[in-house]
Nanobody, 124 residues
């Protein structure tokens, strides 16, 4: 069983930055690929980014490519999502999720464990 806790959300102006963290409570953290997902009001949950168990492979949605960076520190059982040049349309609840595979995926159906989410609001 793997428990995930997100943090780092908040209110930021357009063009600003936030860094989200996903802390995992469990062993063999490097066996799990981690994905970041988001759900905006009235919209379906979508995959934003993912990182393989080793951290050697990453993937991004086109809408965030070049602005968001995912990384992980397996010694700290933590995955990060650095979000720069934020736009109002990035406003959403951000969830991290773990997959019982080291292979990166942004598919919701591939994920086995979910955190409860952290809200990021981009507004002036």
């Amino acid at each position: 069983q793997l428990q995930l806790v997100e943090s780092g959300g908040g209110l930021v102006q357009p063009g600003g930055s936030l860094r989200l963290s996903c802390a995992a409570d469990g062993f063999r953290f490097n066996y799990y690929a981690i994905g970041w997902f988001r759900q905006a009001p009235g919209k379906e949950r979508e995959g934003v980014s993912c990182i393989s168990g080793s951290g050697g492979s990453t993937n991004y949605a086109d809408s965030v490519k070049g602005r968001f960076t995912i990384s992980r520190d397996n010694a700290k059982n933590t995955v990060y999502l650095q979000m720069n040049s934020l736009k109002p349309e990035d406003t959403a609840i951000y969830y991290c999720a773990a997959r019982r595979s080291s292979l990166c995926s942004r598919d919701i159906d591939d994920m086995d464990y979910w955190g409860e989410g952290t809200l990021a609001t981009v507004s002036s």
